[in-house]
C-alpha cells in the first residue's frame, strides 16, 4: 500500500518571494512521483514528474522539485512567485504494479498576495 | 486534441434520482479512472478501468457503477443520488503504466439536494 501526505494544507505567501510545498509518501516498491496543479474551477495539470535518474525535476512555469529517497520526500518550490500561481497543488505517487493508478495527496492551497 | 471530456460540467440531482456522468478520452489510452473531490480530502478513487471490458473498485465505490465498452469511453452511474454524493467529479485517463501521468478532464460538479 502507498499513501501521500501534503504537509501544509494551506500557504500563503507574498508575491515574488520563494515557496515550498512539502509532500512525504510511504511506499514498500519502487515508485513514480508527480506533482500537479488546480486552477480554481478546473481539472488536474501536470506540473511535474519523477520517474528515475536526477533527483532534481524542473517543470512548467519555474518549479522544480527534489526527490529524497532517504527521506521519503518529494518537495515542490519556487524561488520567486507570482499571482498567478495561486492555485492547489497536489501530490500523487504511483508504482509499477498498479497499472496506471495514483495515490493523491489531500492537497496545499497556495496563496500569493500582492 | 480534446484529451479527456467530460459532461455535464454541472448537474443538481434531487435524492433518489439516477444520472449517468460522461467521460471520453481521444488519447487510445488504456486505463480510465473517476476521482470525487471534496474538501480537504484531496481525489479519492472511485473505480477505474484497466481496458475495455475490465473494471475495478477504488477506495469509495459504494453507490456507483461503472462499465467500459469501448477503450473511449467510461462513464459512471449514480443509481440512487443521496446528499452524501454531492461532489466534484474528475475522470482521468493514462497509458496503463506507473510512469505515465494521468491526464485529467476538467470536472461535474454535482449537487445532490
Known amino acids: 500500500a502507498q499513501s501521500v501526505t501534503q504537509l501544509d494544507s494551506q500557504v500563503p505567501v507574498f508575491e515574488e518571494a520563494p515557496v515550498e510545498l512539502r509532500c512525504n509518501y510511504s511506499?514498500?516498491?519502487?515508485?513514480?512521483l508527480f506533482w500537479y496543479v488546480q486552477y480554481p474551477n478546473q481539472g488536474l495539470q501536470l506540473l511535474l514528474k519523477y520517474l528515475s535518474g536526477s533527483t532534481l525535476v524542473k517543470g512548467i512555469n519555474g518549479f522544480e522539485a527534489e526527490f529524497n529517497k532517504s527521506q521519503t520526500s518529494f518537495h515542490l518550490r519556487k524561488p520567486s512567485v507570482h499571482i498567478s500561481d495561486t492555485a492547489e497543488y497536489f501530490c500523487?505517487?504511483?508504482?509499477?504494479?498498479?497499472?496506471?493508478?495514483?495515490?493523491f495527496g489531500d492537497g496545499t492551497t497556495l496563496t500569493v498576495k500582492p | 486534441n480534446a484529451g479527456v471530456t467530460q459532461t455535464p460540467k454541472f448537474q443538481v440531482l434531487k435524492t433518489g434520482q439516477s444520472m449517468t456522468l460522461q467521460c471520453a478520452q481521444d488519447m487510445n489510452h488504456e486505463y480510465m479512472s473517476w476521482y470525487r473531490q471534496d474538501p480537504g480530502m484531496g481525489l479519492r478513487l472511485i473505480h477505474y478501468s484497466v481496458g475495455a471490458g475490465i473494471t475495478d473498485q477504488g477506495e469509495v465505490p459504494n453507490g456507483y457503477n461503472v462499465s467500459r465498452s469501448t477503450t473511449e469511453d467510461f462513464p459512471l452511474r449514480l443509481l440512487s443520488a443521496a446528499p452524501s454524493q454531492t461532489s466534484v467529479y474528475f475522470c482521468?485517463?493514462?497509458?496503463?503504466?506507473?510512469?505515465?501521468?494521468?491526464?485529467f478532464g476538467n470536472g461535474t460538479r454535482l449537487t445532490v439536494t
Open positions: 482521468a485517463s493514462n497509458k496503463g503504466v506507473g510512469r505515465s501521468p494521468l491526464h
Open positions: 511506499s514498500s516498491v519502487s515508485v513514480y
Open positions: 500523487a505517487v504511483s508504482d509499477g504494479t498498479n497499472a496506471g493508478k495514483s495515490t
